[in-house]
């Protein structure tokens, strides 16, 4: 959502504009009577923009595709219909490895990972050169510095706090004292913590589905943006419950690490998300919950196969077979803890899947959890 206002002057007028940004609103503020007096400016929550005279314009420089003849197709959410198709953004088509315009590289290549908005292409971008100062995502998982760059200006640069997961080991997790693995058949029983959303339109039609992990008892459930940014309208199915739980509570989202959290009027069983005690390793056994294909609360079981940066985001690659209503699953360790959430999938591989890792989870739900 966005917000423009027109010569704010008063100090309560300009922090509750900076308040909106902290809800996630987008705000512009119009100067064109005056500008905020230098007690504001000393705040540095918003950064000074002066526009250019007439005819003093310059075009900016356009960005080029890796392949501008062919950018291959990707499904947005978790619908199986052609009008949903988008483009690879540049950085996805980076990421499968499409760098040249020969006939291996023109292989069709699908990933069920929704393209960035124009607004959240620009926040990656910024990534790597500035952030605006004040202005920081307070969900987001990384370390704020600021800094002074040569024309003496203050910068804010966002720097990724290191991820835990990221880097492997040859040892094995050790159960800690307490725990215990628990065998397929007791994971799969932890099906009545994950939820199937479906997601209607204004008019209250269906447009899709996925799925959803419970978090918090007073009726929190973690689930995908992509999911739940296309929707009006959510219906909830709980495991051994005959009733349908429809709600319009989007509590929180981020578009970035392709998370949101929505709630129902209902108690809840939360599933517990992993701490952190020992690093994800390749060959770690992993189990799925999700309703692939509208298959409510199908369970899978696979290993971790690496880990991946997609778009600036780490991001845990599995081999437990998900599809299409599976994105915002649970992905399990062996002791029934949440190390991720089903995100994404390449259709042109097998079984090749991604999820956003606990780390990300951890900090996205910090005030939900109970």
Same mark, same amino acid.
């Given at each position: 959502?966005?917000v @423009?206002? =027109?010569?704010i002057?008063r100090?309560?007028? %300009?922090l509750?504009c900076?308040?909106?940004?902290l809800l996630?609103f987008?705000?512009l503020? &119009?100067?064109t009577?005056?500008?905020? /007096?230098?007690?504001l400016?000393r705040l *540095?929550?918003?950064r000074?923009c002066?526009?250019?005279?007439f005819?003093?314009? $310059? @075009? @900016?420089?356009?960005r ?8 291959? *197709?990707?499904y947005a959410g978790d619908r199986? /219909?052609e ?5 690879m953004?540049e950085?996805?088509a980076s990421a499968?490895?499409?760098? /040249?315009q020969t006939?291996a590289s023109?292989?069709a290549?699908?990933v069920r990972?929704p393209?960035r908005d ?5 926040m990656?971008d910024s ?7 004040g ?5 987001s ?7 002074q760059?040569p024309?003496?200006a203050?910068?804010?640069?966002i720097?990724p706090?290191p991820? #835990?997961?990221?880097k492997?080991s040859?040892i094995?997790?050790?159960p800690?004292?307490?725990r215990? $693995?628990?065998?397929?058949? *007791?994971?799969?029983?932890l099906?009545?913590?994950v939820?199937?959303i479906m997601?209607?339109?204004?008019r209250?039609d269906?447009?899709g589905?996925g799925?959803?992990i419970m978090?918090?008892r007073?009726g929190?459930i ?16 709980? $495991?051994?419950?005959q009733?349908?739980?429809q709600?319009?509570?989007m ?5 970035v690490?392709?998370l949101a959290v +929505?709630? +129902?009027e209902?108690? &809840?069983?939360?599933l517990p998300? %992993?701490?952190? $005690?020992?690093k994800l390793?390749?060959g ?5 919950i999700?309703s692939? &294909?509208g298959l ?6 696979g290993?971790?196969s690496?880990?991946r940066e997609?778009?600036?985001?780490d =991001? +845990? ?5 998900i599809?299409?209503?599976s #994105?915002?699953g649970?992905v !399990?360790?062996?002791?029934?803890e949440v +190390?991720g959430?089903?995100? @994404?999938?390449?259709?042109a591989?097998q079984n090749?899947? !991604?999820a956003?890792?606990?780390?990300y989870?951890g900090?996205?739900v ?5």
């Open positions: 959502m966005k @423009a206002c =027109m010569n002057a100090q309560q007028e %300009y509750f900076y308040l909106l940004t996630g987008d705000v503020l &119009l100067q009577e005056q500008d905020i /007096s230098p007690e400016e *540095e929550l918003s000074k002066v526009a250019a005279g005819g003093q314009y $310059e @075009a @900016a420089n356009s080029q595709y890796a392949v501008p003849e062919y950018r291959p *197709e990707m199986n /219909s009008e949903d198709i988008f483009h953004s950085g996805m499968v490895g499409i760098q /040249s006939a023109r292989a290549v699908n990972i393209e124009r607004r959240t292409r620009e990656l990534r790597r050169h500035r952030e605006v100062p202005q920081q995502n307070l969900s998982a990384g370390e704020t510095v600021i800094r760059n024309s003496n203050r910068e804010t640069v720097q706090k991820w #835990s997961g990221s492997t040859a094995q997790p050790i800690q004292r307490g215990r $693995e628990l065998s397929y058949e *007791e994971l799969a029983q099906a009545s913590s939820v199937q997601i209607h339109d204004g209250g269906v447009i589905g799925s959803g978090i918090g007073e929190y973690l689930t995908n943006n992509h999911v739940a940014c296309r929707g009006r309208l959510y219906s909830v199915r709980i $495991e051994e419950d009733r349908v739980y709600t319009d509570e509590i929180k989202y981020n578009s690490l392709d +929505i709630r +129902i209902r108690k &809840l069983s939360p998300i %992993y701490k952190g $005690e020992k390793v390749r770690q056994r992993v189990v799925a999700g692939p &294909l409510f609360n199908s369970v899978s079981d290993i971790i690496g880990f997609i778009e600036g985001v =991001m +845990i690659q599995f081999t437990a077979p599809s299409n209503g #994105s915002g649970a !399990l360790n062996m002791y029934g +190390i959430i089903s995100t @994404a999938g390449f259709d591989g090749i899947n !991604l956003v890792g606990y780390e989870i900090n996205f910090r005030g939900f959890v109970n």
